[in-house]
């Protein structure tokens, strides 16, 4: 459905030269839902709006759909919905005026249109906001409308750029399932941008980690974590001497970390197979004569695995 090779942005102005996307290559197949993961001036957007055809690469190349964005731009827009960041909608349009002048805008008949608006809206639950203006909904309203707008073309594939940003995590969760429902129930492609780690590694089922116009990683989240991060255990111990802890652990685990506890120490330590390992390090140090007080195992997030491969926390940048 999508591939890019070498697709570049470098925008100038004046004197400065930004280069917000720098040659990324991308395959994305038929039906599959594929999340852009990065900070904000990651360049998610700017890759987006190369490949619904809106910006023009600076250099490489995208087909979408089968056509060239910047050869056959006509081809691509009638294959693809794009909902952007911020809301597309005349703030005191009606609900319903705005799908059908969606409709209208994709040269679909009046029963044609109709027909789709009041599908899509029992489908995104807008059917009770149909009379409402769109500037007295709330965000997440707004947004469900932004997807039925997108898909009043019934589009082989859609693009969301940033959909859940500003919802709360309730208003999230809702979105993500009717994008999920809508894609079932059309067959769609299904590509979004987004900054929440925890969305991504929760809903989708692949992530392309994009950090400073790159793409850093691409895979499955589960696979992302296994490979760049490690689950960690944390125990309490009744000893206050870290070289035996040390020398008791198992071989086979990550760094370990020692910190001062009201009990003893607390351990902390990484490791491949997450709380798996946890029976097998309490024993050992039972047997060093170390007892252990309390334990607990994480595993390893996604934002780990964004600070494994860039040195920053994603979770940080974002709350900054
Ligand atoms: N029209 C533009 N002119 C100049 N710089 C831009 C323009 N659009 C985006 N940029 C810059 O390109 C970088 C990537 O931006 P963007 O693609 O919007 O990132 P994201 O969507 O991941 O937050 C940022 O540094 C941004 O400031
Ligand atoms: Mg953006």
Known sequence: MIRARGLTKTFS?????????KGIDVDVAEGELVAF????????STTLRMLT???????GEATVAGYDVVTHPAQVRARLGFIGQGNGGGFSYKVVDELHNQGRFYGL???VYKERAADLMAALELGSL????VQSLSGGQRRRLDVALGLMNHP????LDEPTTGLDPHSR??????????RERYGMTVVLTTHYLDEADSMAERVVVIDHGEIIADAAPHALKRRYADDTLTLVV?????????????????????????AGLQVRVGTAQGADTLPAVIEALRVAGIPTTSASARQASLDDVFLNLTGRSLREEAAA
Do not use: C, Y
Request: glycine share 10%; aromatic share 2%; proline share 7%.
């Open 13 to 21: 102005r004046r004197k400065e030269t930004v280069e917000a996307v």
């Open 173 to 182: 969760a809702n979105l993500w399932g009717h994008i999920t429902a809508m």
């Open 53 to 59: 055809s809106l910006l023009e690469p600076t250099a």
């Open 156 to 159: 082989p594939l859609l693009f």
């Open 238 to 262: 009744a000893t206050d001497d870290g070289a035996a802890v040390r020398a008791a652990l198992p071989d086979g685990l990550g760094d370990v970390d020692l910190t001062a506890h009201d």
């Open 37 to 44: 993961l990065g900070p904000n001036g990651a360049g998610k």
């Open 109 to 111: 008949t009046p029963q």
């Open 130 to 133: 149909e009379k409402r203006s």
